[in-house]
């Protein structure tokens, strides 16, 4: 059984991730235009906005894994 938490912090999770790849995906692309106008500060603001939603997906992971340490649904179904 999965409780309706652990589906929560999937999606949490997944939509962190997507997040996460496309600001990897919005650096690369900008990378790759390095002669458009925008300036070191655009390139900062791109690689701080992949660290941040880094983070955010790191933190979505480690709350699923939390969760499902201890949440005695989610514990039992990992044993099987
Ligand atoms: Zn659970």
């Known amino acids: 059984m999965i409780c309706s938490t652990e589906?929560?912090?999937e999606l949490a999770m997944r939509s962190a991730?997507?997040?996460a790849a496309?600001?990897?995906c919005a650096r690369k692309d900008y990378l790759e235009r390095t002669d458009?106008?925008?300036g070191d500060s655009?390139?900062?603001f791109a690689e701080?906005?992949?660290a941040?939603?880094?983070i955010r997906s790191t933190q979505a992971r480690l709350?699923?894994?939390e969760h499902r340490a201890f949440c005695p649904f989610c514990s039992r179904a990992n044993l099987n």
């Open 7 to 9: 589906r929560q912090l």
């Open 17 to 19: 991730e997507a997040e």
């Open 22 to 24: 496309y600001r990897h």
């Open 36 to 38: 458009c106008a925008g």
């Open 42 to 44: 655009s390139l900062a």
């Open 48 to 50: 701080q906005a992949v």
């Open 52 to 54: 941040e939603a880094e």
């Open 63 to 65: 709350a699923l894994d």
